[in-house]
């Protein structure tokens, strides 16, 4: 019987796989080349209009490999959205 070479592994495996090569926590550079060399622009774009998470600090980008993977679809964050049903102060 023929199995698919596409075997399910958890997300953990798959993040630890993935883009195995660069740090947890990339810049702009990297994360350029992680979405298949695209320009500094659009990337400055991707990230001003929030469409990948990220930290600035001072001018400097900083962007977690995760929200790359997220942004790519290539994971989804399983947790508990009832605590997140408050309303704000």
């Known amino acids: ?3 698919s070479p ?3 592994i958890n997300q953990q495996d798959a993040y630890d796989l993935l883009f ?3 740090p947890d ?3 702009i550079t990297e994360m ?3 979405l298949g060399g695209i320009s500094n622009k659009t990337a400055y774009k ?3 209009e929030d469409k990948i998470s990220h930290c600035k600090i001072g001018r400097i980008y900083k962007i977690p490999k995760i929200n790359i993977l997220l942004y790519l679809n290539l994971f989804t964050l ?3 959205r009832s605590h997140f049903d408050a309303l704000p102060h």
Request: hydrophobic share 50%.
């Open 32 to 34: 350029c080349e992680m």
């Open 78 to 80: 399983n947790f508990d």
């Open 1 to 3: 019987m023929y199995q």
């Open 6 to 8: 596409l075997v399910a």
């Open 46 to 48: 991707l990230l001003q």
């Open 20 to 22: 195995q090569n660069y």
């Open 25 to 27: 926590v990339v810049n």
